[in-house]
């Protein structure tokens, strides 16, 4: 444990592009680039699009790629093959999993969440049932309970079977939001009636990647997509006038996929088929564990103290956390802040290494020690936190 030479992650670094100076810990927010992935996303542009131009929606399989793709997600969330749609952005999958939801739940128009929800989760279905905060401890009348496996303010990591089970004996219906587990842990949603998540955090698919949603194959049949786009269409080159849905996952697409953004997505997957889950969540728990314990009792921990309880994160609360991430961004260390008073850490375990840690550690109790944070400079906020 704690050392880089017994990682048997280790040799994954190498196939990403990283900072030469300095240790980047956002990985959570924006993963870093594969390296596979700048020729991949060149081939889809010279070869695909250049070369193929329009044949490129059948020789290049660009037609199919929210479904071929969404299978290659399929094995990060512990879904069977047939069940994962990618495309759109997570917040557009949230708007259909819960409208799906609540219209399999007619007579029901609750939908619980948790206040401390990642607020566009709630903001998108704000204008569809009611909603209701978790700590009422109520679902009896809820159609759709909606909830994040990983906090992405404190890391704090729900028990999904758990959640899970007791929101269908209600009869709930439950939708997860992976996207601050996806890549960092063995998720398994499979029992879940809807996931979605994004690939642009641990998954390392890049800025504006897409998204992905999950139907339990029980609901293919019956579940309804209110983004009733061409794509979901059972036969959308027949133009009809009509939409008839699609059978089976095809019927939660909606449009023209985003192909260029697929390609990299396409990239970051292939490194995925060949990391153990496991081996993930016993680096990232021993990775977060060091730093928990090197950074101590300078600042007050906001993520749960036992890793099992936590995602891939640390936080930790400080009254001037903006200028102190500043102040740690300019000493090379890529944390970042979220409001009102947290300072967060990303540790992403194909690419972090103990040495990372140890070094990020030292940096934030110069910062810290030598209050070198409080230079007025660091005071004034940036557009993106
Ligand atoms: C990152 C994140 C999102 C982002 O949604 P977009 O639609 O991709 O902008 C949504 N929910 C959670 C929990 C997130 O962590």
Redesign the pocket.
């Known amino acids: 444990m704690f050392d880089d030479d017994r990682d048997p992650l280790r040799h994954f670094r190498d196939e990403f592009v990283l900072p030469d100076d300095g240790v980047y810990l956002a990985g959570?927010?924006l993963g870093a680039l594969p390296k596979a992935a700048v020729g991949r996303v060149g081939q889809a542009v010279e070869q695909e699009w250049g070369r193929e131009l329009v044949g490129g929606w059948n020789s290049a399989g660009w037609y199919e790629q929210p479904l071929t793709v969404g299978d290659r997600i399929a094995p990060l969330i512990g879904a069977p093959p047939g069940s994962v749609v990618a495309g759109?952005?997570?917040?557009?999958?949230?708007y259909q999993a819960v409208s799906a939801a609540l219209r399999l739940r007619p007579g029901r128009r609750v939908i619980v969440v948790d206040r401390a929800?990642?607020p566009?989760?709630n903001y998108?279905v704000q204008g569809l049932g009611e909603l209701r905060d978790i700590g009422e401890g109520r679902f009896d009348d809820a159609a759709a309970v909606l909830l994040?496996e990983?906090d992405?303010r404190t890391g704090e990591r729900r028990d999904v079977r758990e959640t899970t089970a007791r929101a269908q004996e209600a009869g709930a219906l439950m939708v997860w939001?992976?996207?601050?587990s996806v890549g960092a842990l063995r998720v398994d949603v499979s029992a879940a009636d809807f996931a979605?998540?994004?690939t642009?955090?641990y998954v390392n698919a890049g800025p504006g990647a897409p998204?992905f949603l999950y139907v339990n194959p029980r609901h293919h049949a019956t579940a309804e997509n209110v983004l009733s786009g061409w794509h979901g269409h059972a036969e959308p080159f027949a133009f009809e006038p009509g939409y008839r849905p699609a059978n089976g996952i095809r019927r939660f697409a909606v449009s023209t996929p985003h192909v260029l953004s697929f390609a990299a997505l396409e990239a970051a997957l292939d490194i995925w088929e060949r990391v153990d889950l496991d081996q993930v969540r016993a680096k990232s728990m021993a990775l977060t564990s060091l730093f928990v314990d090197l950074v101590g009792d300078r600042l007050e921990l906001a993520s749960p103290r036992d890793p099992q309880r936590r995602g891939s994160q640390v936080s930790f609360r400080h009254p001037h956390g903006y200028p102190v991430m500043r102040a740690l961004i300019e000493r090379g260390v890529h944390g970042d802040f979220r409001a009102p008073d947290i300072l967060r850490f990303g540790f992403a375990p194909l690419y972090t290494r103990f040495a990372d840690v140890r070094e990020a550690a030292g940096r934030l109790a110069d910062v810290l020690d030598r209050e070198l944070w409080r230079d007025p400079r660091y005071a004034a906020r940036l557009a993106v936190t």
């Open positions: 959570n927010s759109n952005t997570t917040s557009i999958a949230i929800n990642f566009t989760d998108m994040s990983v992405y939001d992976v996207c601050h979605v998540g994004c642009y955090k998204a």
